[in-house]
């Protein structure tokens, strides 16, 4: 969960490292690179998670999200 008004701190993980995130409830933003991504509730996204990135919650509501991240050794 990210609470109203709040955000993650900036990840960055080792070259090859996959990540998906699912929009359960509510809605949020992703930041790759400095670019902003806008999910909403039912949809997602993939990206290289040797990227910095960064979830955020602008919203008055909870977002809810499904994260699965994915090492290139698997």
Same mark, same amino acid.
């Given at each position: 969960?990210? &609470? *109203? &008004? @709040? %955000?993650?701190?900036? +990840?960055?993980y080792k070259h090859g490292t996959e990540r /998906?995130?699912?929009?359960? =409830?509510? #809605?949020? +933003?992703?930041?790759?690179? %400095? =670019?902003? /991504? #806008?999910? &909403? %509730?039912?949809? #997602?996204?993939? /990206? +290289?998670?040797?990227? *910095?990135?960064? /979830?955020?919650?602008?919203? =008055?509501?909870i977002a809810s999200i499904l994260c699965v991240? @994915? *090492? @290139? @050794?698997?």
């Amino acid at each position: 969960n990210i &609470k *109203p &008004k @709040s %955000k993650t701190q900036i +990840e960055q993980y080792k070259h090859g490292t996959e990540r /998906f995130a699912y929009a359960l =409830k509510g #809605s949020y +933003e992703v930041v790759i690179n %400095k =670019k902003v /991504f #806008s999910i &909403k %509730k039912g949809t #997602s996204i993939y /990206f +290289e998670a040797s990227a *910095p990135h960064q /979830f955020n919650n602008p919203n =008055k509501d909870i977002a809810s999200i499904l994260c699965v991240t @994915s *090492p @290139s @050794s698997l």
